[in-house]
Each structure stands twice: as structure tokens, then as C-alpha cells.
């Protein structure tokens, strides 16, 4: 645990958003109303704590930025419900979620469960992010759109790559990462992400289904 809060913080110097210990409250989502959902969670269950927990040593008010929105309320151990995730964290905390995906339906399935702090917009994620102003602003980066084969893996792969290089350049240090379905070390939605941070000597915050890396310092 201490090794974990030591990477944490060891990860995020040089990012201004890092909170100063003495401006931390106590009191924390993560490890309060989180819980209720924690539970249902399934293979994410840790990995959607540890994204949780690393932002919480962010500053507020969040900006979490998502391809991939919530098309299924309710089945949170098969799909996540991540957009349903973030905008209770930023309903807690203060701030904003934006959620994108191609399929009208979904948007306006997620656009029912969430509050006035999500918007959630019809578009391709990659040509979305692309034009995305504000996107150094993001606390978290969360990729889960093109939806993952595990019998053929490297078409979403492929897309959460591009998806990722659409904005790399324009990532604030601190900004966490992350990416669903790693089902496995070659099969998942990260395994090109993956080989990229790797390259540039970027490891992984957490590994699991979820894996997440912070943007270092430039
Ligand atoms: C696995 S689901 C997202 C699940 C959600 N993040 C959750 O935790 O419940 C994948 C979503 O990506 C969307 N999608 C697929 N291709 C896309 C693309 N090129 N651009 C944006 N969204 C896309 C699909 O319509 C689908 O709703």
C-alpha cells in the first residue's frame, strides 16, 4: 500500500494539479459511496478503485473525458457503466464528464442515467478527440469504444491506439490513461496502447482488465 502511494506520488511530480496533502480533505469517494457499486463490479472492481483513488490525489473540480459511453444501465459486472461512474464522482467531487460514442441509441440510453454534469455526444471517438479543445484539461482519459473480438483483437486495438494518439501530445502530466478489456497480455482493447507506452518507457499505474499509465512529466 505504501509503495503504491509512493508511485502515485512519485508519477505525478511536475503535474501543478497534484494536490498539496494540506489542501486534502477528508473525505473521499473511492473508499465511501463508491462501495455501494464496488460490489457489482466484477474483474473491474479494483481497477475502477485505483482510477478512482489516483484522481482523488488530483485537484477538483474533474474533467474525465470517455470514448465508449454506458449502453447498459444496470449491468455493471458485464459492461462497467463507467460514464454512470464518473459523473457520480464528479457529482461528489465537483466537475465534468464528457462521453462519446457512434451509436445514437447509446448516447441517448446514457443520456437518461446520467446528470447535468455529463454530456454525452454522438460522433467517432478518434475524430472527436482530434478536435476535443480542451482536452489538456482531462483528469482521466478512459478508453472503451470500439467493441473488443478476442478471436481477432487488433481492429479495436488499432482504433484505441489512434484514439490515444488523436490527443498524446495534447495530455497534461498527471492525466491518467486508461483502457478496458485487457483481457489478456495479447488480447484486449490496450495491446497496441500498451506496446506504445512501453516504447516511450511509460509503465503502467495498475494492471488488471483495466490498465491505466500516468503522463509524466515532458
Ligand atoms: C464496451 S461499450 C462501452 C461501455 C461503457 N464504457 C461502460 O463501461 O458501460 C463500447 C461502446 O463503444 C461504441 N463505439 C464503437 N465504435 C465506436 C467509435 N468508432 N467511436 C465511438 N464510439 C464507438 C459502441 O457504440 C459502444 O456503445
Not at 457520480?88 to 464528464?97: K, L
Not at 483483437?153 to 497534461?172: C, D, I, K, N, Y
Request: with cysteine.
Amino acid at each position: 500500500m505504501l509503495a503504491q502511494v509512493f508511485n502515485e506520488l512519485k508519477r505525478s511530480i511536475g503535474s501543478p494539479r497534484h494536490r498539496k496533502t494540506s489542501q486534502r480533505p477528508g473525505r473521499s469517494f473511492a473508499d465511501g459511496d463508491f462501495a455501494a457499486i464496488q460490489g457489482k463490479l466484477g474483474l473491474r472492481s479494483q481497477t475502477f478503485h485505483h482510477i478512482l483513488h489516483y484522481l482523488e490525489t488530483l485537484s477538483p473540480p474533474y474533467y474525465i473525458v470517455e470514448t465508449g459511453t454506458a449502453r447498459a444501465p444496470g449491468y455493471w459486472q458485464e459492461e462497467g457503466n463507467s460514464t454512470l461512474i464518473w459523473d457520480r464522482f464528479v457529482q461528489f467531487w465537483g466537475g465534468r464528464v464528457c462521453s462519446v460514442d457512434i451509436n445514437p441509441t447509446h448516447v441517448a440510453i446514457a443520456q437518461q442515467h446520467v446528470s447535468a454534469q455529463t454530456r454525452v455526444v454522438c460522433s467517432d471517438s478518434i475524430a472527436f478527440l482530434a478536435g476535443l479543445a480542451d482536452v489538456e484539461k482531462a483528469h482521466l482519459l478512459y478508453l472503451d469504444s470500439y467493441d473488443l473480438d478476442q478471436a481477432n483483437p487488433h481492429p479495436s486495438a488499432l482504433h484505441h491506439l489512434m484514439e490515444l494518439t488523436s490527443v498524446f501530445a495534447r495530455l497534461a502530466p498527471g492525466t491518467l490513461v486508461a483502457v478496458d478489456d485487457c483481457a489478456g497480455e495479447d488480447v484486449g482493447k490496450h495491446i497496441y496502447v500498451s506496446r506504445y507506452f512501453e516504447s516511450i518507457g511509460i509503465t503502467p499505474l495498475f494492471r488488471g482488465y483495466q490498465t491505466g499509465w500516468v503522463i509524466p512529466a515532458r
